[in-house]
């Protein structure tokens, strides 16, 4: 047994990591190093978030021969503007910083899937490289970041009409044991996405064997449960559906009786 001298222990042995070095050197506190399945629904909720404040209504998924991976809404776009007390723009906080986001109050978004601020800064941190395109006040704007780290200012590539965010990452293969998606899981994330959130249009294809799935639910989760009882013998003709609103929690209930004696509860 290895014995240790407790006088060499002291302040000078504490040990305090910066940035995003937190989650390079302990990655498994953050996501799932097995595959990075959890970095693109990171990416993928940031894009709901829009749609639950009620700016995009599309979202495209696209699984690249290379291994990497694009994200993409029609949403406001990520802020461009500097931070006023950073000095560098809203994303590259975003991307860079630890809890840093918009979700912490209801001032940017009044409902949110996810709420802790550090989902694109781990995505950026756990990827070999990220590739960001913001169309956002007429003007297309790209940022790429090297396992974390800028590589050049977010800066201006053209004009558009168009809005919205896309991010491309590729997984760094120094933390995963395995860079590939799961087309399966993701399908079956954006299928629930897609119930949850009616009327949004979500898209998933995958270019390294031409597979691709096209969600859209103007029903939502009543669709959801139509889905659920589609071989089954229904009592009830359509979903009971109600829904309601109080201190800031949104609830929808949808409900449909069957033949059946095992109850499903989602």
């Not at 790209?142 to 800066?155: C, F």
């Not at 395995?178 to 009327?199: I, K, P």
């Amino acid at each position: 047994m290895t014995q240790f001298d407790a006088s060499q222990y002291g302040a000078s042995s504490i040990e305090v990591l910066s940035g995003l070095e937190p989650v390079r050197k302990r990655p498994g506190m953050y996501t799932d190093t097995s595959r990075p399945n959890h970095l693109a629904q990171e990416v993928i909720d940031n894009s709901v978030d829009e749609a639950l404040a009620g700016h995009a209504t599309a979202i495209s998924v696209v699984l690249h021969g290379d291994g990497a991976i694009e994200v993409q809404d029609n949403g406001r776009g990520m802020p461009i503007d500097l931070h006023p007390e950073h000095g560098v723009s809203g994303v590259e906080l975003i991307l860079t910083k630890l809890h840093a986001g918009g979700k912490f109050s209801s001032s940017s978004y009044r409902f949110s899937g996810g709420l802790h601020g550090v989902g694109a800064s781990v995505v950026n941190a756990l990827s070999e490289w990220v590739e960001l395109e913001i169309c956002r006040n007429g003007l297309v704007h790209q940022q790429r970041y090297k396992r974390g780290v800028p590589t050049a200012d977010l800066y201006v590539t053209g004009k558009t009409e168009k809005r919205g965010t896309k991010v491309t990452f590729k997984p760094d293969a120094e933390i995963f044991e395995t860079v590939e998606f799961s087309f399966e899981v993701l399908s079956q994330r954006l299928r629930e996405l897609a119930f949850l959130n009616a009327g949004v249009a979500i898209a998933i294809d995958d270019e390294r064997d031409g597979k691709s799935h096209r969600f859209f639910y103007e029903g939502g989760i009543r669709e959801f449960v139509d889905y659920l009882n589609k071989n089954k013998t229904v009592v009830n003709d359509k979903p009971i559906f109600m829904s309601g609103e109080r201190d800031m929690i949104a609830v929808e209930i949808a409900l449909q009786w069957n033949d059946g004696y095992t109850e499903q509860t989602h």
